[in-house]
């Protein structure tokens, strides 16, 4: 089992930047695939990107690829989401998840943090 904790969001005007980071606690980071979702309010739940085990392997959806960077550190623990050229309708609650299996499917992911709230002003 692992433990998510998100942090990095906050306030940010069009056309900037953040950092969003996810501490993993518990067994074995290295052996989950990670990714990270969104949800913006009166909206589903939307798939943003994956990462495989040691990194070599990503895959984005496409209303955020070129704007967005999952990458991780496996030494510390940690993933990480860097988001470019932020816009308005980026604004939502950003999560991290885990799973076992690499597939840019959505689905299957057994563990989540708690979600870390981003704001994107016009």
């Known amino acids: 089992q692992v433990q998510l904790m998100e942090s990095g969001g906050g306030l940010v005007q069009a056309g900037g930047s953040l950092r969003l980071s996810c501490a993993a606690s518990g067994r074995a980071f290295s052996t989950y695939v990670m990714g990270w979702f969104r949800q913006a309010p009166g909206k589903e739940q939307e798939f943003l990107a994956v990462i495989d085990w040691t990194g070599s392997s990503t895959y984005y959806a496409d209303s955020v690829k070129g704007r967005f960077t999952i990458s991780r550190d496996n030494t510390e623990n940690s993933l990480y989401l860097q988001m470019n050229s932020l816009k308005p309708e980026d604004t939502a609650v950003y999560y991290c998840?885990?799973?076992?299996?690499?597939?840019?499917?959505?689905?299957?992911?057994?563990?989540w943090g708690q979600g870390t709230q981003v704001t994107v002003s016009s």
């Open positions: 998840a885990a799973k076992r299996g690499y597939s840019a499917n959505p689905d299957g992911y057994a563990y």
